[in-house]
């Protein structure tokens, strides 16, 4: 069993930075891909970036060259780096670990950008 906590969320103005973090525990996660997905009101969840066990990585078109999605396999964490913030990027944002069957999730951590 895998838990999974964020933290790092907040308030910030159009144009800020904010670094999430996603802390695993339970397991080791070095294996597993893990990704972070954003849910904003009345919308449905939606992928943000995701990066493997062996750190290759995606990204939404939406934040390409803004966020930079890393993981730290030795302290079983990883972070989202999101710079040039925009109102639309306000949402709860979710760690997500997945392998094979299994998927686990975090509780969330809301961002929330201001003009």
């Known amino acids: 069993q895998v838990q999974l906590v964020e933290s790092g969320g907040g308030l910030v103005q159009v144009g800020g930075s904010l670094r999430l973090s996603c802390a695993a525990s339970g397991s080791s996660v070095s294996g597993y891909a893990m990704g972070w997905y954003r849910q904003a009101p009345g919308k449905q969840r939606e992928l943000v970036a995701r990066?493997?066990?062996?750190?290759?990585?995606n990204y939404a078109d939406s934040v390409k060259g803004r966020f930079t999605i890393s993981r730290d396999n030795a302290k079983n964490t990883m972070s989202l780096q999101m710079d040039n913030l925009k109102p639309a990027d306000t949402a709860v944002y979710y760690c997500k670990a997945e392998k094979l069957v299994w998927a686990y999730w975090g509780q969330g951590t809301q961002v929330t950008v201001s003009s």
């Open positions: 990066i493997t066990g062996g750190g290759s990585t």
